[in-house]
């Protein structure tokens, strides 16, 4: 059974920093294209970030390009996401996804992804 789970959620004032984790369970971790994708209230969940299984692809949002990376760490079967200079426009619940097949390179298509966190709050204040 593939378990994600995020932390790392917060409150932070505009122009901070946060990094999120997502550990991973029930999955070989390194075959598998992970992504982030944050859901504001009212608004659809939308693509944030993602990484290929062995690191060397990535993919982001234009919204966050240049202010967000996201990094794995294999050996410990997590994904992270760095996230820098926030805006308030920022704030969402933020979930990390695994991709439903392996070797994928990190689509920005939710219906590519079939596994899913329970997300964790991220609150940016102005």
Do not use: H
């Amino acid at each position: 059974q593939v378990q994600l789970v995020e932390s790392g959620g917060g409150l932070v004032l505009a122009g901070g920093s946060l990094r999120l984790s997502c550990a991973a369970s029930g999955l070989t971790f390194s075959k598998y294209a992970m992504g982030w994708f944050r859901q504001a209230p009212g608004k659809e969940r939308e693509f944030v970030a993602a990484m290929s299984g062995s690191g060397g692809t990535t993919n982001y949002a234009d919204s966050v390009k240049g202010r967000f990376t996201i990094s794995r760490d294999n050996a410990k079967n997590t994904v992270y996401l760095q996230m820098n200079s926030l805006k308030p426009e920022d704030t969402a619940v933020y979930y990390c996804a695994a991709e439903s097949s392996a070797y994928g390179l990190g689509s920005r298509r939710q219906g590519a992804y079939g596994y899913w966190g329970q997300g964790t709050q991220v609150t940016v204040s102005s």
